[in-house]
């Protein structure tokens, strides 16, 4: 289905299907902003995070994501090794990791940041900022209630 066929039949697309092109139209556009970086857009939201919680466990992460450890543990352990995150052992905790953004990771979730933002000027044309804030909340509720779903 080419993107005129999709526009013609918006209507008609249920919601995880427009959830699913959504979601793939952003990977498509990271991908294409962070060229150069040598981050994924599986490493993305681990960034993201990062630099607005400083000092948070590969378990923690782990559970705010809904991934196993073992996911979590490769990601990071590939931002490691790329320069972006540091792992240290928390001297409360012999048992808990904790993880940093280094300067260089700083640098990139500033960069994520700013294609975030150009992103969503252009997903949200032509949208109201009532309606944007309805949606948010909207979406928030959906998230909450997704993890009722057993």
Do not use: C
Request: no cysteine; net charge negative.
């Amino acid at each position: 289905m080419n993107i005129q066929e999709i526009i013609e039949q918006v209507d008609e697309i249920p919601m995880y299907p427009a959830l699913t092109l959504i979601l793939k139209g952003h990977t498509r556009f990271f991908e294409e902003k962070l060229k150069g970086t040598n981050v994924t857009p599986s490493e993305l939201p681990y960034i993201i995070r990062l630099s607005v919680d400083e000092d948070i466990s590969q378990k923690e992460l782990s559970e705010l994501f809904g991934v196993s450890e073992s996911v979590v543990a490769r990601t990071i352990k590939n931002l490691e090794k790329k320069g972006l995150i540091t792992r240290q052992k928390d001297t409360q905790n012999k048992t808990r990791k904790i993880l940093s953004l280094t300067p260089e990771g700083y640098e990139i979730s500033q960069i994520m940041f700013n294609v975030e933002e150009e992103w969503n000027d252009i997903l949200f044309d032509g949208i109201e900022k009532e309606d944007l804030d309805n949606f948010n909340k909207i979406v928030k509720l959906m998230v909450i209630n997704s993890f009722k779903i057993k």
